[in-house]
């Protein structure tokens, strides 16, 4: 599972960040691909029920907290995967497990097993190490690169001065 959750996640960066189209276009193609198969599915399997007792039965509150709390954080994580990369987004959701575990210790007495601070751990470390020694490519300066992204911010600044 986990193999193919990283294929997936890799996958759908080189997708997002090799389209021209924007995030928001991507989901509403998305969505129009996904409408149809839910509506069929709906149909099938619930039809009567719906027709009985409406489409909203059973939604109160929380649900729809929880609706729409899903679906701004399934737009967040496209954008990190566009902007940023399926590495940090991991990484991201690593923390947010971590920062739960501890609110639940801090709220309702929740005790980290061995396994969990392990991984705790493990996940902090790798933090680091990512953070540290960075992937360099093969004939890749960056020492180059920022010396260029520095010329062009100098070049830029004087032409904003002398206009």
């Given at each position: 599972m986990c193999f193919t959750s990283a294929f997936a996640g890799v996958y759908l960066e080189k997708v997002l960040k090799e389209s021209k189209t924007s995030v928001w276009m991507q989901n509403v193609r998305l969505a129009l691909v996904g409408l149809p198969v839910s509506i069929f599915s709906m149909w099938f399997y619930d039809w009567q029920n719906i027709q009985e007792d409406g489409f909203f039965r059973g939604w109160d509150a929380l649900v729809v907290c929880l609706t729409v709390m899903n679906?701004?954080?399934?737009?967040l994580i496209?954008?990190?995967i566009k902007y940023a990369d399926n590495i940090l987004k991991a990484y991201a959701q690593s923390i947010a497990i971590i920062g739960a575990a501890v609110g639940s210790w801090l709220l309702f007495d929740f005790v980290p097993g061995f396994?969990?601070?392990l991984g705790t751990a493990l996940?902090?470390?790798?933090?680091?190490?990512?953070?540290?020694y960075p992937y360099q490519p093969p004939g890749f300066d960056f020492?180059?690169?920022?010396?260029?992204?520095?010329?062009?911010?100098m070049i830029k600044s004087t032409k904003e001065a002398v206009i």
């Amino acid at each position: 599972m986990c193999f193919t959750s990283a294929f997936a996640g890799v996958y759908l960066e080189k997708v997002l960040k090799e389209s021209k189209t924007s995030v928001w276009m991507q989901n509403v193609r998305l969505a129009l691909v996904g409408l149809p198969v839910s509506i069929f599915s709906m149909w099938f399997y619930d039809w009567q029920n719906i027709q009985e007792d409406g489409f909203f039965r059973g939604w109160d509150a929380l649900v729809v907290c929880l609706t729409v709390m899903n679906s701004v954080g399934g737009l967040l994580i496209s954008i990190v995967i566009k902007y940023a990369d399926n590495i940090l987004k991991a990484y991201a959701q690593s923390i947010a497990i971590i920062g739960a575990a501890v609110g639940s210790w801090l709220l309702f007495d929740f005790v980290p097993g061995f396994f969990f601070t392990l991984g705790t751990a493990l996940v902090i470390l790798s933090i680091l190490i990512y953070t540290m020694y960075p992937y360099q490519p093969p004939g890749f300066d960056f020492q180059r690169l920022s010396n260029v992204k520095s010329d062009l911010l100098m070049i830029k600044s004087t032409k904003e001065a002398v206009i």
